[in-house]
Each structure stands twice: as C-alpha cells, then as structure tokens.
C-alpha cells in the first residue's frame, strides 16, 4: 500500500542519491577495512533509514511494507553491508516490540531506535539450535522481579553494535518446545552479558556478526515482551514471516546492481571485432537474469502489498525469500560469467558480490526451511 505516491517519490529520490553518491564510491574501502565509515552510518541516521518502519508516532517513518520493499529495491543497489547496518533496527531486532511488546516497552525503545541512537538485534539462533529454532536451549528464569538468562547465541548480526537484544530464551525449561520460549528486551550493557570474536566470514565485510553469551544475566521481568510467558517463539515467527519479505527485496536490489555491472561490461567489452553484448549466449544470460529478477520483483510487491491488506503471507514471505534469495545466486554467477577472467578479480567488484549473496539462501531460514514452510502451509490448507 503506498500512501502517498509523491512522499515515497521523494525518499526514493533521496536515497537512490545517497546510494550513488556516498555507499558506492565507499564500497572497496568498506571491504578493505571490514567498517562502514561513522561517518555514513551518522548520514543514514540523519536520512532516517534506521526508522524506516517505526510507526510515525515513535519518530519513525512508518512505512508500509510496500514502501519499505521499494526503498529496499534503492538501498540496495550497493554491497548488502550497508544495508545489513540497519537492517536488524528496521527489522527482525524491533518488529518484535512492535507487534507483541506493550505500550510501555514501546513508548521506551522504538523512538530510540528509530533515530538509530540505539541499534537492536535478534538473538536467536544458538549452537545447538539453527533451523531448529524451537529447541533452542538459553534459558531465562524468574526470580524475584528479575529473570537469570543463561545461554549461548550465535552468529547474532550486529551484536557488537547493539543496544538491545531482542532474545528469545525457555522460561520454562521442562517444556522443550516451541511453548517454553519467551522473548525478552535486553539492555546490551547489562552485567553478565560477554560479546565474543567478530565471525571471519565469507563475505559481507563491514556487517558483523559474533556470539553473544549469557552468563547469569539478570533482565528485569518488565522487560519480558508483552509481560507473558510463552509466546516468544511466535513472536520470532511471526518477525521472521515480516522479515524473510524484507530479505527478498535486498535480493531483488543487489541483483539488478549485479545486472546492470553485468550489462555495462558486456556493452564494453570487445571480442571477435565487436561488444560481447551482442553475442547470443551472452545475451542469454543477460536475458534469464533480467526475467528471473523481474519474476522475484513482481513476487515480493505482491506479498508486501498482501501482507499490508492483512492477509497471512507465511507461505508467500518463504516463496519470496527461496526464490529472491536463489535468483540472486544465479545472477552473481552469471555476472562472474560474463566479465570472465575480470570477474574472478577483486578489483571489478563482481567477485566481491558473489560471496556477499550467498548468504542470503542461508539467514532468516535455509532455502530448505522456506520449502518446509512452503509445503506444510500447503498440506495444512488442502486438510478437509
Ligand atoms: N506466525 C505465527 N505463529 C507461528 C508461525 C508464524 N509464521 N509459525 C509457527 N507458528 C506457531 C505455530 O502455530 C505453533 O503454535 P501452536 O503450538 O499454538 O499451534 C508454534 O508456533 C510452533 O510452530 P511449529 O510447530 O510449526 O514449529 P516447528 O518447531 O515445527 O518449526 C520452523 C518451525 C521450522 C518453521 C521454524 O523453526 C523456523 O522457521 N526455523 C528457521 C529459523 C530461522 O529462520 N532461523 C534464522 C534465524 S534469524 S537470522
């Protein structure tokens, strides 16, 4: 749903600039010094992208989530670090105080993310509990007016610029499902709480990720997310279904970059007396790469506007993010394809993108968890 056509126009316009202006010319040095300048991360604040999605009444821009996937498509026609910078704030660190939290927990932590003075991340995954989430092992038990978490979190995006955690732990631990786990607000800079080495990582340098460890962390019982018990795996599910939405369109907007650095280079590049571009086979993987991109575009606008219109969009969110998260893969490799030995090379940038997006078939659920999640909505709904 857009609400009004010229306001986006402006903000579209805005951070389309901002891409060209700032995050491109940035990108080497970013990936050369594994950080995204201060400085930059001080001009996304001042453009608002960190409160993309608090509502306005929190201070932020309260975007529907057709709007937040059209500014994606913009923002990410760079390295997905930039993006990944706000993008636990944006999204799977605050959705779960906005949808589940009350309005206290709202009233004290969405206006602070959504200037970015506080970052927000999601600490679910663990150890032992990847796709798995629901076996997750951190527990957190009440004592007094406080709970006592306990636990290992892994590969927590963000970690080591986080003001909150959103955490999700057992508050039950006699219970080993999905009902046991709660989710919780947690202050960063509470005692008990040990940041471990940022990960060495395959790609994406400048966004970090490390193991967050609890060791007799005490966490206010005002902070437990909606003050109930147990319902802190849905919360995850329901921020991941909103979230997996989110990643398509970063992989709909680092694709089309990927495309038009491809299509560039094909126009450039002389062999056989002419560009390569008008060669069919190289054409052939321009063009599946133009039509699966634009196949994945045309998929996420409608599950965002779904999603804006209230419906259920658990199957149509894994859909988007198998299909998006897949899609880009292929065109990366294409793009290495056609730049040949230069794409293999550091300095033209291609390289450097294929590494970066593989990590989107592998975070906020597998591509085989998004099949799961495909065919057992499927199941469920075709039960008479
Ligand atoms: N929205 C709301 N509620 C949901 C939900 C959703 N999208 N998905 C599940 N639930 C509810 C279920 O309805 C169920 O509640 P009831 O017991 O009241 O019926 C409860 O949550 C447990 O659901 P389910 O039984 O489906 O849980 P499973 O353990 O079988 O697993 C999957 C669910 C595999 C879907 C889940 O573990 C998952 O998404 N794993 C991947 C995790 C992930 O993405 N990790 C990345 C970390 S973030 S970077």
């Not at 940022?198 to 019982?221: L, S, W, Y």
């Not at 993987?285 to 409608?302: F, H, I, K, N, P």
Request: include cysteine; proline fraction near 4%.
């Amino acid at each position: 749903m857009i609400r009004d056509p010229e306001i986006l126009d402006a903000l579209l316009d805005s951070v389309s600039r901002f891409v060209r202006e700032r995050l491109v010319p940035a990108e080497h040095e970013v990936s050369e010094t594994d950080e995204i300048p201060p400085k930059i991360v001080e001009e996304m604040r001042q453009l608002g992208l960190f409160g993309l999605t608090i509502p306005e009444e929190f201070g932020g821009l309260g975007l529907t989530m057709e709007e937040e996937v059209r500014v994606l498509f913009e923002l990410c026609k760079t390295s997905p670090a930039f993006r990944s910078i706000i993008g636990t704030t944006v999204g799977i660190g605050s959705q779960g105080i906005l949808m589940d939290g009350t309005p206290e927990q709202k009233a004290e932590y969405l206006p602070r993310l959504a200037t970015g003075e506080l970052m927000a991340s999601f600490a679910l995954t663990e150890p032992d509990a990847g796709s798995d989430a629901a076996s997750l092992r951190t527990t957190a038990i009440l004592n007094g007016d406080h709970y006592v978490v306990n636990g290992t979190k892994r590969f927590i995006t963000n970690a080591p610029h986080a003001g909150i955690f959103t955490l999700m732990a057992r508050t039950n631990p006699a219970d080993k499902g999905a009902s046991g786990v709660s989710s919780f607000i947690v202050d960063a800079k509470s005692p008990g709480i040990i940041l471990g080495k940022n990960d060495k990582k395959m790609g994406q340098r400048g966004a970090h990720t490390c193991d967050v460890i609890f060791e007799d962390c005490r966490v206010p019982a005002a902070n437990l997310i909606g003050h109930t018990e147990g319902r802190g795996f849905k919360t995850a599910m329901k921020v991941l279904d909103k979230g997996r939405i989110h990643i398509a369109a970063v992989c709909v907007g680092v694709a089309q970059r990927i495309l038009d650095d491809a299509l560039r280079y094909a126009m450039e590049r002389k062999q056989f007396g002419q560009a390569i571009a008008e060669f069919q086979l190289i054409q052939a993987m321009l063009a599946d790469s133009q039509t699966e991109l634009y196949a994945a575009q045309c998929m996420v606008v409608d599950a965002a506007q779904r999603r804006d219109d209230g419906e259920n969009v658990s199957t149509q969110a894994s859909c988007c993010k198998l299909f998006a998260s897949e899609m880009v893969g292929r065109v990366a490799d294409r793009a290495v394809q056609i730049l040949g030995g230069a794409g293999y090379l550091a300095d033209y940038g291609i390289e450097r993108f294929y590494r970066d997006v593989r990590l989107f078939r592998l975070y906020e659920g597998t591509t085989q968890i998004q099949q799961i999640i495909i065919a057992r909505n499927m199941v469920r709904g075709a039960r008479p």
